[in-house]
T-cell receptor, first 117, second 111 residues
Framework: GAVVSQHPSRVICKSGTSVKIECRSL??????MFWYRQFPKKSLMLMAT?????????EQGVEKDKFLINHASLTLSTLTVTSAHPEDSSFYIC?????????????FGPGTRLTVL | QKEVEQDPGPLSVPEGAIVSLNCTYS??????FMWYRQYSRKGPELLMY??SSGNKEDGRFTAQVDKSSKYISLFIRDSQPSDSATYLC???????????WGAGTKLIIKP
């Protein structure tokens, strides 16, 4: 149980294009999902907290107009990187917090590696 | 000073050894403590979840929390090459569900 999927697992795009990453909780409902960014050999950096049916809460320094987050259902959140540039290249990971479960227990997706040329 | 301190390593030990991984923290409000394992280019996988102080054992893994010292540990017995990964500690006060992460320790188990 508690499986989270991400799609795509890897994407390469040209500078200036937009990329959408999907995060799905496959066998549980998640009112809250999180989006992280991870640089090589570094820990996870929280970008935003996504709550179903409401606007996402972004961490300081994260541009909400560049990283659009939509959490339209209890099993799906999407992150769209708009007008991507090479500096946006990174490993993006989502996590989901089960609606019913242990407090603060997040389950993670496998990650999406974005490369912007 | 970071809220959570974790030695990034790498920590290299021979197969079969007992591994000790540690994190210290400064926020006395933390009550939920977790250890995640992350293989290269994969998402983190929850290994241990502990609330408040005490020990918790699951197979070859033991998690310890000492709130008086603000110190948590993860022990791995009979370490295997497949245990080679980065181990991240994470903790929370429980008020807003966000986790505060350690830097992660890279562990290498040599056959």
């Amino acid at each position: 149980g508690a499986v989270v999927s991400q799609h795509p697992s890897r994407v390469i795009c040209k500078s200036g294009t937009s990329v959408k990453i999907e995060c799905r909780s496959l066998d549980f409902q998640a009112t809250t999902m999180f989006w992280y960014r991870q640089f090589p050999k570094k820990s996870l950096m929280l970008m935003a907290t996504s709550n179903e049916g409401s606007k996402a809460t972004y961490e300081q320094g994260v541009e909400k107009d560049k990283f659009l987050i939509n959490h339209a259902s209890l099993t799906l959140s999407t992150l769209t990187v708009t007008s991507a540039h090479p500096e946006d290249s990174s490993f993006y990971i989502c996590s989901a917090l089960p609606t019913s479960g242990r407090l603060n227990e997040q389950f993670f997706g496998p990650g999406t590696r974005l490369t912007v040329l | 000073q970071k809220e959570v301190e974790q030695d990034p390593g790498p920590l290299s030990v021979p197969e079969g050894a007992i591994v000790s991984l540690n994190c210290t923290y400064s926020n006395s409000a933390f009550q939920y403590f977790m250890w995640y394992r992350q293989y290269s280019r994969k998402g983190p996988e929850l290994l241990m979840y502990t609330y408040s102080s005490g020990n918790k054992e699951d197979g070859r893994f033991t998690a310890q929390v000492d709130k008086s010292s603000k110190y948590i540990s993860l022990f791995i017995r009979d370490s295997q090459p497949s245990d080679s990964a980065t181990y991240l500690c994470a903790m929370s006060a429980g008020s807003n569900y966000q986790l505060i992460w350690g830097a992660g320790t890279k562990l290498i188990i040599k056959p």
